[in-house]
């Protein structure tokens, strides 16, 4: 797969991903998501580590947040290998606990 290839393909995933969490359908992340996938949280201010963390935070959210607006910006993916990292720019209004 050339280089061009492959990074459309990251970032279709990625789409398919943010497409299915904000639908609520988080059951459909786990055919995408590595075992061994790392997500850097906003700020460097944490992370979460393997798909069993990562979709239980999607559940989580899911379940406790309403979110009222979704904008993605700037999506990028660098790919070495059979790897990928993608990383994009978001603002996000959500609604969680009333507040």
């Not at 055919?31 to 992370?47: S, T, W």
Request: aromatic residues 10%; hydrophobic residues 45%.
């Amino acid at each position: 797969m050339g280089d061009e290839s492959a990074r459309e393909t990251a970032l279709a995933a990625m789409r398919r991903i943010n497409a299915a969490w904000l639908a609520g359908r988080v059951d459909d992340l786990a055919d995408l998501l590595h075992p061994d996938i790392v997500m850097a949280f906003p700020g460097f201010a944490g992370r979460a580590a393997g798909r069993e963390t990562m979709l239980a935070g999607f559940r989580d959210f899911c379940r406790n947040a309403r979110v009222h607006e979704f904008d993605e910006q700037a999506p990028e993916a660098d790919v070495a290998g059979e790897t990928a990292v993608v990383t994009f720019r978001y603002g996000m209004l959500y609604e969680r606990s009333g507040k």
